[in-house]
């Protein structure tokens, strides 16, 4: 999963990568409002952690750019602005959580996570196509019942495959999902790690497999179809 952590103070903003980096998610900071509201709109996001005193202006005017053009990305604020009026106002403007500062840390991945698990009438509590499934709030993973642990990358490559619904899934989007913008991305690096999972999932007798649409990108899928 990948997270747009917008934060002015560098150290802060690199506690909480290195944090959120160690939880699984890939993760982009961006210390403007407008170099955060070009990330928002130009990127995949699975959610946005985000300060409200920027240096070029007020956080909740990112969240209303998100709402005008339809983009449901959940937001958090994390603001020193812990007043009751504050945290209503925040909430009024469109964002999903508010974490006042000081915080911490297992607090914020806990809010993070119960974000990523909205709205359950849109996403499925489990995924499962074949033998394969992973369960939406616990990210766990098992193929014919056995758990398989994967790398974050891998995981969140398998994530999305699940959710395709066994549609065509481009490089680009796999490319935005897996990595953030700091990251080195290497010509193939998307073939190395689905040939990783490939072969994890086909050491335990998995029934679906990743199947490569040449120019195109690729596709999961099972003999029986997604489920």
Same mark, same amino acid.
């Given at each position: 999963m990948r997270i747009l952590v917008v934060e002015d103070n560098d150290s802060l903003a690199e506690l909480l990568a290195g944090s959120l980096g160690k939880a699984g998610f890939a993760v982009d900071c961006m210390a403007t409002l407008a170099d955060a509201t070009e990330a928002a709109l130009s990127a995949r996001y699975d959610a946005v952690i985000l300060d409200l005193s920027l240096?070029?202006?007020?956080? =909740?005017?990112?969240?209303?750019?998100?709402? #005008?053009? #339809?983009? #449901?990305?959940?937001?958090?604020? =994390?603001?020193?602005?812990?007043? %009751?009026?504050?945290?209503?106002?925040?909430?009024?403007?469109?964002?999903?959580?508010?974490?006042?500062k000081p915080f911490a840390l297992d607090e914020l991945l806990a809010r993070l996570n119960a974000l990523l698990r909205r709205p359950p009438g849109v996403l499925p509590t489990c995924h499962?196509?074949?033998?394969?499934?992973?369960?939406?709030?616990?990210?766990?993973?098992?193929?014919?019942?056995?758990? %398989?642990?994967?790398?974050?990358?891998?995981? #969140?490559? =398998?994530? %999305?495959?699940?959710?395709?619904?066994?549609?065509?899934?481009?490089?680009?989007?796999?490319?935005?999902?897996m990595f953030g913008f700091n990251d080195e991305v290497g010509s193939n690096a998307i073939d190395v790690y689905i040939h990783r999972l490939r072969k994890r999932l086909d050491a335990l007798g998995a029934t679906a497999t990743v199947q490569t649409e040449r120019g195109v990108g690729y596709r999961f899928a099972s003999p029986d179809g997604p489920q």
């Open positions: 240096p070029d202006g007020d956080g =909740l005017a990112l969240i209303g750019r998100l709402r #005008a053009r #339809a983009v #449901a990305t959940p937001v958090l604020i =994390l603001s020193a602005r812990d007043r %009751l009026e504050d945290r209503i106002h925040g909430l009024n403007s469109g964002a999903d959580d508010y974490l006042p499962v196509v074949g033998n394969i499934s992973m369960d939406e709030t616990t990210q766990e993973v098992t193929v014919g019942g056995t758990r %398989l642990d994967l790398p974050r990358r891998e995981r #969140a490559l =398998l994530r %999305l495959f699940l959710r395709s619904g066994g549609r065509v899934v481009t490089r680009t989007v796999l490319e935005e999902a």
